[in-house]
């Protein structure tokens, strides 16, 4: 039961540590413990299956020993002594007593103070039922209250954010919110206040608590004094079932823990993955399960009826989907079918769809990325690394995004390093970001010339008073310096700006690869599943496995009979080739070309000389109402699977809720379009797709069906298998800020027993030897070499990058997360705005070749001379109206509007 308190936190279970060479014995209550050494007192204890009650200790902050909640006697020089055991590190021979009359007097003495002016309002309070406070209470306090005066009283509750209200009087000043904010998320937006019995947490004046991660507070509060604004009166903790997962907002793959009451989604809490997100989430990912429960998602299929889309049947509009599929293969040939989109699915799900387009339809013109992301064959052919290699290495290079508005837990784990580890990162971006102020170096560059800056970063024989490409001299010289002999280096690889092609971070990320050939890296890739779309052989010019279309023709032609003839267009091709009538018929897999590709003319034209589209989504988009077959598809939480996230790493998808209406999960979409199209995909489970997967695709080899259920796979599996990778370490499990999730090593998806009488089929591998994975060699570096002229006088470089919370479906769908969206801006160094005659807050108009419209203006020096910034997609406008993505950059010119609204 998902609020299952901790009725007896003394026998809190942990799982026996791995042999430890530097391990240290300790007793405790008489019993020999082996801990590690240096590791406080409090975690060997808990780990040898002794609970230490605690308030303010978290495993992943660094302690205070402010609550004195987990006072134990230590013995020292003169005998047994009180010491906090958040607090003592281990030390070999060291005595410890848990249970004592003396800690039992202590325990109880601090809870009977806590709850002094603690409300009594456990039936009204969320965290009733699934409360530390309460059950530590039960366990250790003293069963009765000896005060009798008037309780403290503050207003209740208060909005400290859009998400979290704050009840002043349940906080007990464990610091844990304030803590997370100041060491973790580097938003110290809330601290305390006041003195004596008028103490408080509270936000400063005129400014709230709009940190990203504001989310992780309310979970890792004890008490009821922090709740979430989504979940509040919501749902009571024992009304609600679980089941683990990964979410999928962004590429990172955060561990979390879906839960859910009268089939709809209620809550998402963190789970503690120490390889990927050690417990923590981003408010987006955490909040946007309300777009699942939306009233608005597609629950039946649509087909165009008199020009309007109508409900329909499965089997009609399947057959009406392959009708439309068939003519245009017989007419115009399989390259003239496209496929769109596929970021947003499972794995299994892709491979369906690679399978079918490729193999039954016969195109290879698909792509999951929609223009915003680079060149397949090289991300797949880079060395990669995870995100421990990345918070471990010598050195970081950062060639991509704003990690904190794109990837934010993925920002958090290099901050994180960054200010404890002292990693040294250099940053090589266009405008300011989240991480320039933890940067070594920051190499603040014009746009469309990363890769000359690149060049001067490796060359040695660089001048030290030289600028390249808008960088001095001296920053440059700085960042050789800390390259300088440097072992381990790892690349943080994205899309800096959708305003410029994705040939320029790709001419970049070749040179650093040539630079420092033992250099592996980490994509920065935004979209949910995209590396496993693209592991799957949703792009041009791949097949599953990670291998090249002609490395893999033979292989996979035995396997499914046929492979496209020749590669076939990406993203901006397919979408060129609609427009001017070489693509007839698209098919859009959760994808909205005309929010989510960079040239939004050129997507509405691409949709718009399309002679049939079909659209497989949850939800009726711009782009998926111009479809003539619309179908409607399972979304996150309410299909099982597997995804992969931007280290390669496949972990699991828990289905906790039913699809609306008659919504099918995405492989069966595919399965039963390939039976009207005449083919059998030969896919009746998913347990057969990842046989089929296994089999087939050389960099999934040896990853099964029986691997992932097993405890290996509890952090997910790296693939390739067999890649030298740090050593797991072992969750850091909170309790306090877990509730009911009790234990991750006990926690999790459980396989599902195939029923009886249930065969699954047998997958045989083709002979002959398999292809190999791409390399380097295989790869695109991007077309073109040479950097872009520069703009004229009165025009300024345009940089576009995504934020947090923008106009996507599932942020509009949210409705705690829809009002978050800022207002469209454009951003301008004060020395543009002032060469130019305008002042920040005019309004001005923005043109560029591709249109114009009206937004304020703002100083920033974070933005370069010559360059300005605009948000990509946000409600109100965004850069996808003034991009050409046919140019390698995107020229704007600024104009003051005197009266415009």
């Known amino acids: 039961m998902a609020g299952a308190p901790l009725t007896d936190t003394r026998d809190y279970q942990r799982p026996e540590a791995a042999p430890d060479a530097d391990a240290v014995t300790i007793n405790v209550d008489g019993r020999p413990v082996q801990a590690r050494k240096g590791e406080l007192l409090i975690a060997a204890a808990e780990r040898a299956g002794t609970y230490i009650p605690r308030f303010c200790y978290h495993p992943r902050m660094k302690p205070v020993g402010m609550c004195r909640m987990c006072l134990v006697e230590v013995k020292g020089p003169r005998g047994f002594a009180l010491q906090p055991a958040c607090f003592v590190p281990v030390e ?414 790709a001419r970049a990320a070749v040179a650093l690869a040539t630079a420092f050939p033992q250099a592996r890296f980490l994509s920065a890739l935004r979209r949910g599943n995209v590396r496993g779309a693209l592991d799957m052989g949703l792009a041009p010019g791949v097949l599953p496995g990670r291998v090249g279309l002609n490395q893999g023709r033979d292989w996979f032609g035995r396997a499914w009979g046929q492979v496209p003839p020749e590669r076939g267009l990406d993203a901006s091709g397919i979408l060129d080739a609609s427009a001017d009538g070489r693509v007839q018929a698209l098919v859009l897999l959760g994808a909205n070309p005309i929010e989510d590709f960079p040239d939004r003319r050129r997507a509405e034209q691409g949709l718009d000389g399309a002679g049939f589209i079909v659209a497989v989504d949850g939800f009726l988009t711009e782009s998926s109402q111009k479809a003539d077959v619309v179908l409607p598809a399972a979304l996150y939480s309410e299909r099982p699977g597997t995804t992969t996230n931007l280290e390669g790493r496949i972990t699991r998808l828990g289905q906790k809720v039913v699809p609306p209406g008659v919504a099918w999960p995405d492989w069966m979409i595919a399965v039963e379009l390939g039976v009207r199209l005449g083919s059998d995909l030969e896919m009746d489970t998913l347990a057969e797709i990842r046989d089929e997967i296994e089999a087939l695709a050389v960099s999934h080899r040896g990853i099964t069906e029986e691997l992932l259920n097993t405890a290996a796979a509890r952090d997910g599996i790296v693939a390739p298998l067999g890649r030298a990778t740090s050593e797991p370490a072992p969750a850091a499990i909170d309790p306090m800020s877990d509730p009911g999730i009790g234990a991750v090593e006990h926690h999790g998806v459980k396989a599902t027993a195939p029923e009886p009488g249930a065969r699954r089929r047998l997958v045989t591998r083709p002979e002959g030897q398999p292809p190999a994975l791409l390399s380097l060699p295989d790869a695109e570096g991007g077309s073109g070499s040479g950097d872009p002229a520069p703009p004229d006088a009165y025009s300024l470089r345009l940089v576009a990058g995504r934020k947090l919370y923008d106009g996507a479906v599932s942020v509009r769908h949210s409705p705690s997360l829809a009002g978050l969206a800022a207002p469209a801006g454009i951003r301008v160094n004060p020395y543009d705005l002032d060469r130019l005659g305008l002042h920040s807050g005019d309004r001005v108009r923005i043109s560029a070749p591709r249109g114009s419209f009206v937004l304020p203006a703002a100083a920033d020096p974070g933005v370069p001379r010559g360059s300005a910034w605009m948000p990509f997609s946000q409600p109100d406008g965004g850069a996808s109206r003034l991009i050409d993505s046919a140019e390698s950059v995107t020229d704007v010119r600024l104009e003051t509007v005197q009266g415009e609204g």
């Not at 789970?271 to 923590?280: E, G, H, K, L």
């Open 92 to 505: 070999e021979g060291q005595e410890v007593l848990t249970q004592s009359d003396k800690v039992r007097k202590a325990q109880d003495g601090v809870l009977e103070f806590l709850l002094v002016n603690h409300p009594l309002d456990c039936p009204v309070c969320d965290k009733g039922g699934e409360c530390p406070l309460q059950d530590q209470t039960i366990s250790f306090g003293p069963g009765e209250s000896r005060f009798l005066e008037e309780k403290r009283h503050f207003e209740k509750p208060i909005a400290i954010s859009e998400l979290v209200y704050l009840d002043r009087e349940r906080c007990i000043q464990c610091s844990r919110c304030t803590r997370f904010a100041d060491e973790l998320a580097g938003d110290p937006l809330i601290d305390f206040i006041g003195r004596g019995d008028q103490l408080e947490v509270n936000t400063y004046p005129d400014a709230p608590f709009a940190s990203y991660f504001s989310g992780n507070t309310v979970q890792i509060c004890p008490v009821g004094a922090l709740t979430a604004s989504p979940y509040r009166f919501r749902a009571r903790p024992w009304d609600l079932e679980q089941v683990e997962s990964t979410c999928t907002t962004c590429a990172v793959g955060c561990v979390v823990s879906v839960q859910s009451s009268a089939n709809r989604i209620t809550r998402y809490l963190g789970i503690d993955s120490d390889p990927v997100n050690q417990s923590w989430m981003c408010d987006r990912g955490r909040f946007d399960f309300e777009a699942v429960n939306s009233e608005d998602r597609l629950s039946q299929p649509l087909i165009r009826r008199d020009g309007q889309l109508v409900p329909t049947t499965w089997g009609d509009a399947l057959s009406r989907a392959a009708a439309g599929i068939e003519e245009v293969r017989k007419l115009h040939g399989p390259a003239a079918v496209a496929v769109l989109g596929g970021a947003r699915l499972a794995n299994e799900d892709a491979y369906a769809w690679a399978k079918l387009a490729k193999a039954v339809i016969g195109t290879d013109s698909v792509d999951a990325q929609m223009g915003d992301g680079l060149p397949a064959e090289l991300v797949l052919a880079l060395p990669q690394a995870t995100i421990d290699e990345a918070c471990g290495a010598d050195a970081v290079i950062l060639l991509g995004p704003d990690l904190k508005e794109e990837l934010p837990v993925l920002h958090l784990r290099l901050r994180q390093a960054a200010v404890e580890r002292k990693l040294p990162i250099i940053e090589i971006t266009q405008t300011a970001t989240g991480m320039t102020r933890h940067a070594a170096v920051s190499l603040i560059h014009r746009p469309g010339e990363a890769a000359s800056v690149v060049r001067a970063l490796t060359d040695p024989s660089g001048a030290a008073s030289s600028d390249v490409a808008g960088v001095p001299g001296p920053s440059l010289a700085a960042a050789r310096d800390v390259l300088a002999g440097v072992a381990r280096v790892v690349v943080v690889l994205g899309r800096p700006s959708l305003a410029e092609s994705a040939a320029a971070p």
